[in-house]
């Protein structure tokens, strides 16, 4: 079945990324030269996805006006290019009343979904291929939900959801059991969950009436927990690249990363070249 359908969550109060986002959605904030959520509606754009709900919350009205269209007096590649693709896909917006978690948002997409099995993406993460149109080949094959996943260094296992699972094939597991933020030595793995789904309306099933959880939030975890005892779910070990906007050093990664890779931009490659000396230099004396 064709996923046609993108949920994409910006209702987050962005606390691990303040100051920087005392008064501005984290989703706003600039990787190279524009904001994360647009990667984020790239990605599912190019996974071949044209609606998309985005759920947003207090004090993101910059992100539903990032998506509207203004005439400019001067020409701009970059709005061209996001003017082009803002001409085939169709947007929407719902609020989240209050920050009550990510189970909670996602609640908010059932009129919208539907029947229909959806990509959900958070809007804090970039991945480099799109990973919800590798998860999307892992859906078509397995008809189940899939969820993308990580190995993860021992200091980032408390802030991800965790995963117990059997590899059935390379790189992908049949989910067993799921743990939001666990301590290190309670976590059944080191494979984390990073922010990107296809899932099937009975997720809507499993979030209702769902008690709060960690940190006293409705957690979209401990709904997959739930589907995941009652039926096939599936995980998928993604291999590219993968950035956290809402960790400050993830996002100043990404904005050089990026940048380095980008050809409009390459007198970086030099800046970069010329820090790197200067502080090898400043490290040898």
């Not at 990073?194 to 499993?206: A, V």
Request: a positive charge; glycine letters at 8%.
């Amino acid at each position: 079945m064709t996923i046609k359908k993108a949920v994409i969550p910006a209702a987050g109060l962005g606390t691990r990324m303040l100051p920087i986002t005392k008064a501005q959605p984290k989703e706003m904030l600039p990787v190279v030269d524009k904001p994360v959520i647009q990667y984020v509606v790239e990605e599912a754009y190019h996974s071949g996805i044209k609606e998309i709900l985005i759920i947003t919350g207090r004090n993101k009205r910059a992100v539903e006006d990032h998506f509207d269209r203004i005439i400019f007096p001067v020409k701009d590649e970059g709005i061209e290019r996001l003017e082009r693709m803002l001409d085939e896909l169709s947007i929407l917006f719902v609020r989240q009343k209050e920050p009550k978690g990510l189970g909670d948002a996602v609640r908010y997409a059932k009129p919208f979904v539907g029947d229909e099995p959806f990509a959900l993406l958070l809007g804090d993460n970039i991945t480099i291929p799109p990973c919800i149109k590798e998860l999307m080949k892992v859906f078509e094959k397995y008809k189940a939900p899939v969820i993308a996943l990580e190995k993860l260094p021992k200091e980032r296992i408390p802030l991800h959801g965790i995963i117990k699972g059997e590899e059935i094939e390379d790189g992908i597991y049949r989910i067993k059991d799921l743990i939001e933020k666990p301590k290190v030595e309670e976590a059944p793995s080191n494979i984390g969950v990073i922010g990107r789904y296809i899932l099937t309306p009975e997720i809507f099933d499993y979030l209702k009436n769902l008690k709060p959880g960690y940190s006293g939030e409705v957690q979209l975890t401990d709904a997959l927990k739930r589907m995941s005892s009652k039926k096939n779910v599936y995980g998928l070990l993604f291999k590219g690249k993968r950035y956290d906007i809402g960790d400050k050093i993830e996002w100043l990664k990404a904005n050089i990363e990026l940048a380095i890779e980008n050809k409009e931009f390459e007198r970086i490659r030099g800046w970069m070249e010329t820090m790197i000396k200067q502080y090898s230099c400043l490290k040898a004396q």
